[in-house]
Every structure is written in C-alpha cells, then in structure tokens.
C-alpha cells in the first residue's frame, strides 16, 4: 500500500485538518467529534449536516460553505460517525429553524443518524431527516433496505443548501431536498479496487481487461463483472441503466454529474463526458449545467460515476443558487 | 469483556476478511476500534457491578464506533441494562434484552443474514438451557446460505449467498467469550 | 492499459470537446488547432495564451475563464503543439493592447512558441513571452537549457491573469508574470509511472517501496529513486529543496499549491497539505492561501507537488482577484 | 520520404523506447504522426519539383508535429529548401543549411546529446565524400557516453548520460533512407 499518510490510526484527523487549513476563512474542525463546520454559522436559517464514512473526498467536508451544508461528521474510512458524533453535530448548530440531516442510505448511516436524531429530539431540538438512495445498480425492493447513496448526495446538499440559505422553513427545505431525491439517479463502475488504509490491501482484484459495473462507493460488488469496453459503450452502457429508471425523457431538463472515484484522472472524465454527452443529445435530454470532477470519491478507486438529476423551474433556481463551498463553488 | 476484547484483537482481520466479498471491509477494525476504547474505559473506570459495566459499554460503543456494528452492539448493551435495570438478573432474560434492543434499531428479522441470526438462535438455546459453542457456530454456519436482506450485504442481493455474515461472526466471539468466562 | 476512451488517436479531441462541453458557456473548441478558447474576448485587454502537451488536466483548457486564460493551445499527450497551431491562437486572439505567452520552460514548447511568436510579429501583432521554469528538481546552470516549467506555472497564469483582466498594458503584464516567475519554486515525487496512452505501457516502474523523488510532469526521472517515507518526512525533504532556492524565510507571504498528479486522491493531497502547514508554521512561514487539488496532472501518475510562491502586496491583491475559470474560481 | 516513413513506423517503438529513460516517451509517435502527414500530403499533392517535395515536408511538420522534433526537423526542412532555392544542389550543402537551420532553432552545439550530433558528422562526411551506413550508426551510438544540454534530457542530466538520443536515431533513420534512395 503506497499512500502519502504517517499513522493508518491518523489519516482521518490529519486529512480532516488538511482540509480545514487549505480554506481558514470558511471551515473550523472540531477533532473530537470530528465536524468540519462553517465558522460563521447563521442561527435564522435552517442547519443542513451531513457526513458518513471518510474516504470520500473531498465529500463532506468540502461541501461545507455558504449555500451548502453547515456541518460535515466524519466517521472514520468507510464506516459511519457514531451516534454521538452525529448528536454533537446536531446541537452544536442548533438553529432557529432546526436541522435537516442528509443521510446516505446504509444501514450504519441510518442508525447513527436516526439514533443521534432521537436523541436531539429528546432534547426539543427540531430534527428532519432525508435519506439519499440514487444508485440504480442496486435492485430496489420492498424486502430490502433500499438502494444506496451516492454521488447524487452532492447535488442534494447543493439544493437543499441553497434552500436553506434563501431562508425557507425546515419543511420547505426537506421538500426540496427530497425533489432533488426523487429526480437523481447514479450508476458507477470501477477498473481497480479501493484500498482501505486500516487493510492494507485492495478490497477486491480486477482481471487486466475487468470491470466492476455497477461498484458502490466504499468498493461494494454492483451488478457484474465484465470486460472493458470503450468510452462509448461504457456510456451508453451506463445511461441506459439511468434513464429508464427515472425515466428520463426527450425534451427533459437535468444536471450531470461525471465524478471520478479518486484515482482516476481529468482527462478520462473529460472524455466520458464528451461520450455522456453525445448520446443525451440524441435522446433529446438537455443538459442544463455539467459537472466533471471528483466529488464522492471511494478512497484511490479508479472509476467513475454518472449521476442524472432532472430538473424543473425550482431545482434550477436552486442549483444555480451562489455556493462558496471548496469543492463546490457555484 | 476482555475475553471478548481479545477474541476480536485476535480475529480482527478474519472478520475484515468476511466483509470484504459482501461489505466494505471494516468490520474488524470497527469492532477492534471500539472494544479497546471499551477496555480502555473498563480498565481506567474499573466498574464495581454488572450495571456500571454495561454502562461503560454501552457509552463506550455509542460514541465511539459507527457504521453499523456501533449503533447495533450498543442498542444491544443498552437494552441488556435496561433489562438487568428492570430487575431481571437470568442470562437469558438479559441477552433477551439485547436482541430485542438489536431489533429496534436494525429492524432486522430471523434469515435477513445479520448478527440476529446468531442472537436469536443463542437466546432460544439458553431457554432450552443448552448454549454450547456448538450451537453458536453452527448459527454462524447457516448464515452462509442466506441471501442478505438488511445491512450494507443487501445491496450486492444473489451475490451474498455463499459468505458468512461478518456480524454474526462477531456476535459468536461475544458469546463464545461468555461461555468461556462462565466456565472459568 | 486500463483507460476510459475510444481509440488513442482521438483521446486529446475527445477530451478537450468533453472539457468545453461542461463548460458551454464559457469555453469554446477549435477543433483544427485544438485551442480551447474564451467565448467572451475582449478586445482592450492583453490576451493571454498558454498551452503544452496535453495530459496535464485540468491544465490548460481548465484555466481559460475570465480573469485567467484567453486560449490554450493543446498538443499532442506530453508534447508541445505545433508552430501553427500557436500561431493559430495568437491571431485568433489578437487584441489592441498585444499578447502574452506563458510558456513551460521546455525545448519543444520553448521553440514551438517562439516560431510562432516570430510568425505573429511578421504580422505585426505585438508579442510578449515569459518561461515558467520552477521545478527545483533540476539543476540550474548556463550551460544546459534551465528548470522545467511544472505546478507553479497555475499561479503565473493566475497572476498574468488578474493583471491583464485589470486592463493593464502588455509590458506591465508581463512584468507581473516574471514577478511570479521569480517567486515560485516547485517539486513533485511519484509513487507510480504515468501511461501515455499512445504508448500504453508505464514510462518507468518503481518498487512496492519506492518512489521517484523530484519527478517530472511528465514522468521525467527526478533526483533520485528513494524508499517511500512517511508524509511527515515527505513533506519536511521536499519543503527543504523549495524553501533553501528561493529562499523563503520567517515572517514570509506565501501561495501554496498541494497539486495532485492525477491519480492521488484527494484524501492524501490534504493530509500532505496538513503535514506541509506544520512545517510552515514551524519556520515561521505565513499561508496567505493554498490550493490543494489537481490542477497540473501527469495523466495518471500517482503522485504529488508541492508549490510556493512568495508574496508582495501586488501578487496578494491579483492572486485574491477574481477568476471564474473552470478549474480555478476565486 | 517514403522510405524515411517506412523506416520511421518500423521503429515507432523504438523511438518511443529511447525517449523513456531520457525523456517522455513520445518521440516515436510524435514522428511517426509527423510522417504520416507527410506522406499522406505527398501522396495527394504529388509533387514534380525537390522544392514542391521540401515545402510539403516543411509545411507538414510546423503544423502537424509540435514537441521538439517538429520544429527542429521542420526547421531542416525549411533550411534545406532555402538553400536549394538559393541555388545549391549538392546533398552536402543542402544539408548544411538543414543543419543550420536546426542549430538556429535549437541552439544546440556539437556534443550536447541532440540529433545535431547525428546530423554534423554526417554533413562533414559528405564533405570528404565518405557518407557511408557506418559513419552514421557511429554518430548515434556516440551519444550514448553524452551528457544532455539541450532538450528534455538534459534534465535528467548526469542520468542522461549512458542512453542513445532518441532524436540523432530518428536522424539516422533519415539519413540511412537517403544512402538507400540513392543507391536505387
Ligand atoms: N439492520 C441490521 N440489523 C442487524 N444487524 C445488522 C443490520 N445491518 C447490519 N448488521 C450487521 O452489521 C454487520 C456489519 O457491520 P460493520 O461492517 O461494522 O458496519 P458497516 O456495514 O456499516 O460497514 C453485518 O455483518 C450485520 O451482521
Ligand atoms: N535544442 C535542441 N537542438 C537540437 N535537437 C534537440 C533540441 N532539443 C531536443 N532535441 C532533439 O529532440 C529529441 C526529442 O524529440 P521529441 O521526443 O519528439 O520531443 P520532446 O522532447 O518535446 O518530447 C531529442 O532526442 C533531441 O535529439
Ligand atoms: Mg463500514
Ligand atoms: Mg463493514
Ligand atoms: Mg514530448
Ligand atoms: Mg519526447
């Protein structure tokens, strides 16, 4: 395992405060706790917190600005906050206009969020919560717990954010926040396996001409695996698995989100994009604004993502809506 | 509990190993992380009763381990309190407790391939009055065949049947430490 | 080689026109001198124009925006563009007050560039050029042709930038880009080799326990082939080549760039970032502003560089002035 | 030309191959794009005159191949054709402008560890009438001891040195294809 790190027990206090230092002005880290919090917090809007397992960089700390989310809790790699990092983050920015907790639907995620929530709520704070389930690799079934979060989570905090940060009420700002779920869909695939630095080792091994479709975001086995295809095929491949999920259809508005899964470098994504797009054109879907970079990443993973979020009148307004978070400035 | 410290100091990474072909291969130093924060505080508070130890568990687990494994072990110890708090002193009652604690928390049934499915069979075994290390692993063993219904293991559905379930492995090292320190 | 694209021959088209496509609004392509150029030119400024090899994503499509970049000139992966296709950008972009070439300090880009420069003066565009030469890796002397140009050729452009987008003359611009030039020190290592595509093969292989010390962006070899250390260590032996060649002293300004080289995620460019502050701190070295991501890749090479460049009150005020380039907003 | 391209996509790999330890690997492939374009322009122009020849070749490779060897060769190219317009028709004096040319573009002397030292001995041969296939290969392999000055090698400078240049046998290849277009 080469990474740039001192102690394995280490990387996720001194990533966190790698983080904090490169923007000062914007972010404070609470180490306890783990929460990379905006320093200037606004008591008359809506606290927006989310978080879950590090190793997703520059998710969540990065999100973390005006227009966006409040607070970020950082559980260690790949594994939730505890239930009382979560409550630490709840009442620390306890607001006027309570708390939406954005939740990426895992069953360790879920818990500790709804744990630190009841635990709030015992202390009369307002607590409303979503749970983000965009993967459509993962078959969706009344039996199971449903599909898992992922890169559409960014697109989330950009909306609910900038709900918040118009003033609306908690409700209003979960009902945006769950339009925005409701409209965006992910499918990712990885060519190499993640290594999680408490490991030591890659989490799974990839034949030279393999692919893992359909890969979660903490290296989870998704739909196959199969043999590398072009760009092309790999984006038509993709989309098809997206569109008719929704469904996305001709004359529709949305936001596209290529992300990379850490390892993986610009120019691919940039390729995949030029690839994403030409088949949206011919489906006659519209891309309202792109965004081709890394933004939920699976720790070194080489891969990527496509997210769709289809939009009307209000998401737009809401994603164009001014952000000054680090890794999401709009 | 330092038996049980020890027994997942010892098999840390086989239970990473078990979640890595269906999870995301933390569970062993989740588990790991959090009983030698448990042990730490056991050691520096030395708890004079059963309750003041089931405190300092539970505490321990709820602030200190998340993913999965923290929630559910500490809902577990929570609700073996509050059992023993209620007057009831039987193993049985108190893992009783704890299951249905798990439960509350996991919404998870017999067969959903979790640590249920090696807590359940446990509890029934201690009303029969027959818990062996037998029994534990055989509930570990038959969660092998199982198709995961809850936890992180249901996303990857067919391509669970076949592994044991990291949780339930960890739950046996739980038991199988309480039946050792009941023979000492 | 595991890659997302299509055929070779078409990676560098593909993945400029997947660039201008997330950005359509302000990126336009010209697909027969591959120049990734502003929509909105403004005549009464002076026009900037970089550009090199490509595979150094987002650089240099990534940094063309109002407030940075007028054109990059893309070549082939990891080789200059040609005479014309400079040529190409600099009358495509002629302006009234002249134009001004960043250039990395490399034989072909060096040539290419002044060919072009001498064809653009026979027509009598008046042209400027400054040569970023930064990589402390390299030794300077007379004899050879200089330092490589690498990671701190971003905060040239930034700077160039703000001056030209203040509507300063070409001499003045140029003048603020040489202060830069002469302010900024680079140095990288790299734990893996880059595969240039049309070779699909890695330039060069490093033991499970190795990296190369002082890399170029290319994969050029470095200072040496050394045992990994810990980020700490890294941090302190590269801050130690940067910091004595200035030099850099206490009570000193400085821009810090934590730049990625392709395939380092995120997670580790912060801890490196928190490892390199430490230190800073130590010697009693003020970050003004740091910029941790990847801003000048070696396709996917895994890796890392780390730049400073001191600051006046001039530099401050045009590195704070805003720039709403794709890859680069402030 | 033609046989120069020939020789040029035989040994694309090798070329690409000299440019690793010394360089960044694209020495092969940006000539064997640069002569692709030419020939191809050759093809559909098909020039009648050694002039119309040098401006396809000149033209082709200032625009289409940009690193170092575009421009240098380009700059060959265009310092042939100069000379030749200016009346001279022996190879040696066409070739001395090609290589003055280069050596004003890249400033690159004797001895530096660039193409020039491929391209000098062979115009000093000529002068004594002894062009021969060994005079050439000599050249090249007496980059190998050479430490670089100019061009991406010379970065790596002491590390340069024990590495055949990639562009003085990109050089050769030319010059090689000329005894061979000769002896035709
Ligand atoms: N809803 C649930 N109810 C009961 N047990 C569960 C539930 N979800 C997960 N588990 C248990 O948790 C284990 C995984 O724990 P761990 O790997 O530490 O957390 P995570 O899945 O968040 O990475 C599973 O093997 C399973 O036994
Ligand atoms: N200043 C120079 N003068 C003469 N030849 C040079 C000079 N710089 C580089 N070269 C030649 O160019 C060759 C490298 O060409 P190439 O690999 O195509 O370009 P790049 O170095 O830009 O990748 C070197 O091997 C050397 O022979
Ligand atoms: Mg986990
Ligand atoms: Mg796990
Ligand atoms: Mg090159
Ligand atoms: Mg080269």
Redesign the pocket.
């Known amino acids: 395992m080469k990474k740039i790190i001192n102690k394995v027990e280490d990387i996720v206090i001194e990533m966190c405060e790698g983080m904090v230092k490169a923007h000062p002005e914007q972010l404070s880290f609470n180490k306890k706790y783990k929460l990379i919090t905006r320093k200037e917090l606004n008591k008359n809007k809506v606290s927006l917190i989310s978080g879950g397992?590090s190793g997703h960089e520059p998710a969540h700390g990065g999100f973390v600005g005006k227009g966006m989310l409040d607070v970020a809790v950082c559980g260690d790699v790949?594994?939730?906050p505890s239930t009382i990092q979560v409550y630490n983050a709840i009442t620390k920015t306890e607001s006027n206009k309570g708390t939406l907790l954005i939740i990426k639907n895992?069953?360790?995620?879920c818990?500790n969020f709804d744990g630190a929530a009841e635990m709030a709520e015992d202390d009369d704070i307002k607590v409303e919560k979503v749970y983000v389930n965009d993967d459509v690799a993962v078959k969706d079934s009344l039996y199971t717990?449903g599909r898992r979060g992922v890169a559409g989570t960014v697109f989330v905090h950009k909306i609910a954010g900038a709900a918040a940060e118009k003033g609306h009420e908690l409700l209003k700002v979960k009902t945006a926040a769950e339009k925005a779920i409701q409209n965006v869909r992910s499918i990712g695939f990885a060519f190499t396996s993640c290594t999680v630095p408490a490991k030591g080792s890659p989490t799974f091994t990839l034949g030279d001409d393999e692919m893992e479709f359909g890969v979660g975001i903490?290296g989870e086995p998704g739909i196959a695996r199969e043999k590398i295809v072009s760009a092309d095929e790999l984006a038509e491949k993709m989309l098809n698995r997206i569109i008719v999920d929704l469904p996305y259809e001709s004359g529709d508005d949305i936001a596209l989100m290529v992300n990379g899964f850490g390892s993986t470098p610009l120019q691919e994504l940039y390729l995949l994009n030029n690839s994403v797009n030409k088949i949206l054109e011919n489906k006659n879907i519209n891309v309202y604004k792109t965004f081709v970079g890394n933004y939920m990443t699976a720790i070194d993973m080489s891969g990527a993502s496509i997210s769709l979020m289809k939009l009307d009148e209000e998401l737009k307004e809401l994603l164009d809506y001014p952000s000054d978070a680090p890794a999401f400035k709009v | 509990m330092e038996l049980f410290n020890e027994k997942i100091q010892q098999e840390k990474d086989y239970?990473t190993q078990?979640?890595t072909p269906?999870?995301?291969?933390?569970?062993g130093?989740?588990?790991s992380r959090g009983m030698t924060y448990v042990v730490e505080a056991i050691d520096t508070q030395s708890p004079d009763s059963l309750e003041a130890l089931l405190k300092i568990v539970t505490a321990n687990l709820l602030s200190k381990?998340?993913?999965?494994?923290?929630p559910?072990y500490g809902s577990a110890f929570m609700g073996m309190l509050k059992t023993y708090q209620e007057g009831e002193s039987s193993w049985r009652k108190i893992l009783q407790g704890g299951l249905e604690s798990?439960?509350k928390?996991?919404?998870?049934e017999v067969g959903?391939?979790?640590?249920?499915?090696?807590w359940a069979p446990v509890v029934l075994a201690l009303e029969n009055d027959g818990l062996t290390d037998e029994v534990i692993d055989e509930a570990v063993e038959a969660?092998k065949p199982l198709k995961?219904k809850?936890?992180?293991?249901?996303y990857v559905g067919e391509r669970s049947i076949g592994h044991i379930?990291?949780?339930?492995?960890?739950?046996a090292l739980l038991f199988h430490a309480m039946l050792e320190a009941e023979a000492e």
């Open positions: 397992g790949f594994a939730s895992y069953s360790g995620d818990m717990i903490h | 239970l078990l979640d269906i999870g995301d291969s933390d569970h130093n989740n588990m381990v998340g993913g999965a494994s923290g559910l798990i439960q928390r996991g919404k998870a959903d391939k979790t640590m249920i499915d090696v969660t995961a809850k936890g992180r293991a249901s379930d990291p949780g339930a492995y960890s739950s």
